[in-house]
T-cell receptor, first 109, second 114 residues
Framework: RKEVEQDPGPFNVPEGATVAFNCTYS??????FFWYRQDCRKEPKLLMS???SGNEDGRFTAQLNRASQYISLLIRDSKLSDSATYLC??????????FGTGTSLTVIP | EPEVTQTPSHQVTQMGQEVILRCVPI?????FYWYRQILGQKVEFLVS????????KSEIFDDQFSVERPDGSNFTLKIRSTKLEDSAMYFC????????????FGDGTRLSIL
């Protein structure tokens, strides 16, 4: 079983739509969780950390569900500039992070 | 905003040669990482480094690979006897020592093995 799994998509949504991605993790002892954004042939860039109580940053909302072992990212009012691949990252223990394969999002005019 | 910097941005090397990829982590960060991303595939963990030694490494990080912090600022990844399948983007990342902090990535080195 993979440590971190994501639906690769692609998700094609119209501008202004709301879209949500999930990411499941296998190790219940995982400690910290993050969402990254990766544009084509670029480095992953931190979008937001995911806190136990859930957190919001503008149009982006991240949630953690420890019981079901998943994290989610909700994007409201999608912009063309949101088109990218969204990666979840999980720190299970120690110093090692696991990344999902990424979910591709295309926002269509 | 402080950044992780990597050099070179693109390295083209003949198969069998050795390459050294260089990284300058963010100055107050003490955890360092190397990742690999083959075109169209996921970001794969290679190795983490703390306190001048490897703290964890993946199955990918075999005897062909080594890391070093030769001075107070640089963090290098050496790949010996390169193979065609080593062609990928290599990302360096660093993070603070405080718990649960995210990693910050450099913009990567594209390694092309001919």
């Amino acid at each position: 079983r993979k440590e971190v799994e994501q639906d690769p998509g692609p998700f094609n949504v119209p501008e202004g739509a709301t879209v949500a991605f999930n990411c499941t993790y296998s190790n219940s002892a995982s400690q910290s969780f993050f969402w990254y954004r990766q544009d084509c042939r670029k480095e992953p860039k931190l979008l937001m950390s995911v806190y136990s109580s859930g957190n919001e940053d503008g149009r982006f909302t991240a949630q953690l569900n420890r019981a079901s072992q998943y994290i989610s990212l909700l994007i409201r009012d999608s912009k063309l500039s949101d088109s990218a691949t969204y990666l979840c990252a999980v720190n299970q223990y120690g110093n090692q992070f696991y990344f999902g394969t990424g979910t591709s999002l295309t926002v269509i005019p | 905003e402080p950044e992780v910097t990597q050099t070179p941005s693109h390295q083209v090397t003949q198969m069998g040669q050795e390459v050294i990829l260089r990284c300058v982590p963010i100055s107050n960060h003490l955890y360092f990482y190397w990742y690999r991303q083959i075109l169209g595939q996921k970001v794969e963990f290679l190795v983490s480094f703390y306190n001048n030694e490897i703290s964890e490494k993946s199955e990918i990080f075999d005897d062909q690979f080594s890391v070093e912090r030769p001075d107070g600022s640089n963090f290098t990844l050496k790949i010996r006897s390169t193979k065609l399948e080593d062609s990928a983007m290599y990302f360096c990342a660093s993070r603070e020592i405080r718990g649960n902090q995210p990693q910050h990535f450099g913009d990567g080195t594209r390694l092309s093995i001919l």
